[in-house]
Structures are given as C-alpha cells and as structure tokens.
C-alpha cells in the first residue's frame, strides 16, 4: 500500500494543505493575538486616563488623601467606581477577604481566574512627594509613575505595575470564542484539505494508469492501442505522446513486416529459377554443358548482389557504415566514375551531356568510396532504365555553402505521385520488371543514406525531358 502511487501522491497533497491550513492558522492567531493586545492597550490608557480623572475630582472634594491611605476598602471602591461597566470582579471579595491592608495583595492565579492581571491589581496611589498612600515598598522600583493634577499642581502620583492586562471579562471571553473557532476551523479545513487530496491523487493515478495500461500494452506489441486527449495540460500533452509512440511503433512494425515479405520474396525468385535449373540438370532433360553452368552462375552472382545490397543497406541504416572522410573534389570524382560507365551508355546508345557552371572548384568533407558508391548506383539506374536513344544530362552548380548535383534522364519517367517512394526498400515504379535486368530496388536505399550520411539531401523529381531528375545537395567545405 505504501508504495502505491495513490498512497504518495494522497501523502503529497496533504502535507501540502496541511502546511498552508497551518500556516494560515499559525498567522490568524498571531495576528488576532497582536490585534487584540493593541486594543487592550488602548483601553487600558482609557481607564488609566479615567482613573486620574476620578483622583482629580476626589481631591478636589476632599482636599487630600487621608481616607485612602491604608484604607484597602475605600481604594477598591475608588476603582470600581471608575469602571462601572465591568462589574465586581472575582479577585475583588478575594482582595477585601485578605487579612493584609498592604496594596495590591497576594493572589493566586485561581483566585483572579485569570492568566492576566487585572488593572485593579497593578495601580498604587503615591503623595505628591512620591511616598506611599496605598501600596507597597516592594514594588516602588517597578512603578511607572502618571501624575494627579488639581489646578495645574502635582497632588499625587498614579503608580502601575507592569503586567500582561485585560480589560473586561466581555473581552476575554471574546478572544477565547475566537480562539476556539480558529481551532474548530483548521480542524474542518484538514478534513476538506484530506478529501481535496483523495480526490486528486486519485484523478492523478486514474490518468497516470490509462498512460501505464497503453506502455504495457505497447511492450506487447499492441501498436493500434491509443490514448482519449481529453486537455490541454501536461498530461493531455503526455497522452499525445504516447499516441504518437504508438502510431510510430505501428508504422514501424508494418514496415518491418513489409521488409520481410519483401526480402523473402526477392530472394525466392532467384532461388526458384536455380532451383528449376538444378533439377532439370538432375533429371537429365539439360545436359550439363558450359552454358547450363554460365547459367548457374549468372544466377548465384545475382543472388550475391541481392544479398550485398542487403548488407549494405543494413549497414547503413545501423550508421555502421564506416565512413572515411576527408577533403575532396566530388566534381572530379564523378568524372572518373562517369568515365568508368561510359561504355554502358555508349551500349545502350544514350548520350551524357556534362554541364558544370562552377566558377571555380570546390571540396567537400566526404568519403571517396562511399561518394563513388552513390555516383555509380545513380549513373547505373540511368545506363538500365533509360530507354535506348535517350539522354542523361548532370547539371552541376553551387548556392553560397551548397554543392548542387543534378542527374536529369530522359523517358521513360515516374508518376508524381510515386516520387517520393522512390527511396524506400524494394520499390519499382514497375513491379513486374523483370529481375534480370533491374535491381532488387534497394539501390536508391542505399543512396539516401549515404547523401544523409554526409549531412545532405537527396530529392526525385520530375527532369525536363519527361524522365527523372535526381537532385543532391552537399554542404561545401569551408
């Protein structure tokens, strides 16, 4: 179960809404916290403020201290009569209960029922020569001094303790609602922050399973599998993918199917015939003469040919094809192979017309053999499919940094639509061609992976005089 992607994702997304429910609960309270205290603050200058109102008027009633000093009762009322509004306190009957007149007495914290100190018990009153009326010596040196004015004279001192206060009760009780409110929500907020997390986790998997049932469907060689895109995100992007996957797998296994049919089928035809001619040798209906074995031959060197291509196309197709380059003339080059097969176009009665229009010559970084393999393949299709008469005509020529070779033939010529096709393994425009005069159409194959091999690039168009024009492109060395 742990290791199950619904189980980590569900991890993930929790934690994620746990640390922002958190967060967000960690910073309400301190900001409700800090808020409050201000508001307290505020209130409690008021009532310091009310307080030395009440002492002012006290005075000028009475015209001095003398039924406050020590008097624990007469303070306690002096307070509550400046904050009507709070009530009698519980650390009030506590305070009149106590056996000391000393100010403020000793209570405990059960006794306020409070963490905070209320006003009442942080206040001490101080003559004008700062001596003590109600208080104690104790905590003079912890007094914050507020001075009684009576007609712009100083007739006493208002002395507050230090202490974390709290208004009213009201108040208290508020801060403590809001407390357990926040507590309450954050506890529902990790409930729907849970659910929030199933949920997704559970989206996530369910999309991450229809991708993992199409890869395990695709490892046992179901290529017509397909994934629904049903958004635009990264995972209908990551859908998208998988389909494109699966429909290069299928193509690719089609195309392997195709070449094993085909390679079976070209290799049949040749065997069938040396097969016939063996048997009619051993049931004597030919005799065994130099021509049944020149015959023979014929066929077996026909049959190395189709294989050497298939060699060499495997080869090439691996990029194991070892490639010796260096710095040559490719004009040149094509001069000695086109010299090489001129009694072949002479035989056939076609004409070769030779038409450089480089200004000056020029090298590429190729390999001598494999560009002669290319040169001569292209000049043999020529020298076969040309029909007698005819004529070849190689353009040659160059744009900035490209070499331009141009093998243009005359009729016969190659519908457009079958163009393109010209390049793929055991493709002929004419299927019923017969064998012993045309190749196993691996040729072309082979020379578009050579062109590739050299970083160029290799086109069949349609020529000028209605046959087929091969154009290459080659980058020029610098």
Request: hydrophobic fraction near 40%; charge should be negative; aromatic fraction near 8%.
């Amino acid at each position: 179960m742990f290791k199950s992607i619904l189980f980590k994702l569900f991890v993930i997304f929790l934690a994620i809404a746990l640390l922002i429910v958190a967060g967000m609960h960690f910073f309400m309270r301190s900001a409700l916290n800090e808020g409050f205290s201000e508001y307290i603050e505020t209130l409690q200058q008021e009532r310091v403020t009310n307080l030395i109102n009440d002492l002012t008027d006290y005075y000028a009633i009475n015209h001095n201290w003398n039924k406050l000093a020590g008097n624990k009762k007469a303070w306690i009322e002096l307070l509550m009569q400046s904050s009507p509004q709070e009530g009698t306190p519980s650390w009030v009957n506590y305070a009149l209960a106590s056996a000391n007149d000393f100010w403020p007495p000793d209570l405990t914290e059960q006794q306020t029922d409070r963490t905070f100190t209320p006003l009442g018990l942080r206040v001490m009153l101080l003559d004008a020569d700062k001596k003590i009326i109600i208080g104690r010596e104790d905590s003079l040196e912890q007094l914050s001094l507020r001075p009684v004015l009576y007609e712009e004279k100083v007739v006493a001192y208002l002395g507050l303790l230090p202490g974390k206060a709290v208004s009213y009760l009201s108040e208290l009780t508020f801060i403590e609602k809001q407390v357990d409110s926040y507590f309450w929500i954050t506890l529902f907020m990790v409930g729907v922050s849970a659910c929030v997390a199933m949920l997704l986790a559970y989206v996530l998997k369910h999309q991450l399973g229809r991708v993992t049932s199409v890869a395990k469907a695709l490892a046992e060689g179901k290529y017509d599998i397909r994934l629904a895109v049903d958004s635009n995100d990264e995972v209908g992007q990551l859908a998208r993918d998988m389909n494109d996957l699966a429909a290069a797998l299928e193509q690719s296994e089609q195309a392997r199917r195709r070449w094993v049919a085909d390679i079976s089928h070209e290799l049949r035809t040749p065997l069938t015939v040396l097969r016939g001619e063996l048997e009619a040798l051993q049931d004597g209906i030919r005799p065994l003469t130099a021509e049944a074995i020149d015959s023979l031959m014929g066929d077996v060197m026909r049959l190395n040919l189709l294989t050497d291509d298939l060699y060499q196309l495997s080869l090439t197709d691996q990029g194991a094809l070892t490639y010796r380059k260096a710095r040559i003339n490719p004009v040149e080059l094509l001069k000695k192979d086109l010299d090489t097969l001129r009694p072949e176009f002479e035989n056939n009665r076609i004409k070769v017309r030779w038409n450089n229009t480089l200004p000056n010559p020029v090298c590429i970084y190729a390999d001598p053999y494999r560009l002669s393999q290319l040169y001569r393949n292209l000049l043999n299709n020529s020298a076969s499919y040309t029909d007698g008469g005819g004529r070849l005509e190689i353009g040659i020529s160059r744009t900035a940094d490209r070499l331009l070779l141009r093998f243009s033939d005359s009729e016969p010529g190659v519908p457009a639509d079958e163009l393109p096709r010209l390049f793929d393994r055991f493709y002929r425009v004419d299927s019923s061609r017969n064998r012993h005069h045309g190749g196993a159409g691996l040729g072309m194959a082979i020379c578009s992976n050579i062109v590739e091999a050299h970083n160029g690039t290799i086109q069949a168009l349609p020529s000028a005089m209605n046959g087929l024009c091969i154009h290459i492109e080659l980058p020029i060395s610098p």
